[in-house]
């Protein structure tokens, strides 16, 4: 059994910063990846950023300078610094692991960006 457990939501103004955690346990074998999506309301879940396990990241145009993946495979964590965050980062951000049997996700941390 594989748990993925997403921390560091919350409410921020425009501009502001947040640092989510995703921290996963189990029976772990042969992780390709671990990344972040999110999903904002009335909208389809779009990848955030991806940090595979030889530590190639890819992220979102949209997020490209202002979001920093990383992660720590020792404790098999991954982050996402977020900073100068927009209204329309304002979305549940869901944590996922992928290995080469099957894909795990979290159940969501919500990120809402307002004044």
């Known amino acids: 059994q594989v748990q993925l457990v997403e921390s560091g939501g919350g409410l921020v103004q425009p501009g502001g910063s947040l640092r989510l955690s995703c921290a996963a346990s189990?029976?772990?074998?042969?992780?390709?990846?671990m990344g972040w999506y999110r999903q904002a309301p009335g909208k389809q879940r779009e990848l955030v950023a991806v940090i595979t396990s030889g530590g190639s990241t890819n992220y979102a145009d949209s997020v490209k300078g202002r979001f920093t993946i990383s992660r720590d495979n020792a404790k098999n964590t991954v982050y996402l610094q977020m900073n100068s965050l927009k209204p329309e980062d304002t979305a549940v951000y869901y944590c996922?692991?992928?290995?080469?049997?099957?894909?795990?996700w979290g159940k969501g941390t919500l990120v809402t960006v307002s004044s």
């Open positions: 189990g029976s772990i074998f042969s992780i390709n990846a």
């Open positions: 996922k692991l992928e290995t080469i049997a099957m894909n795990y």
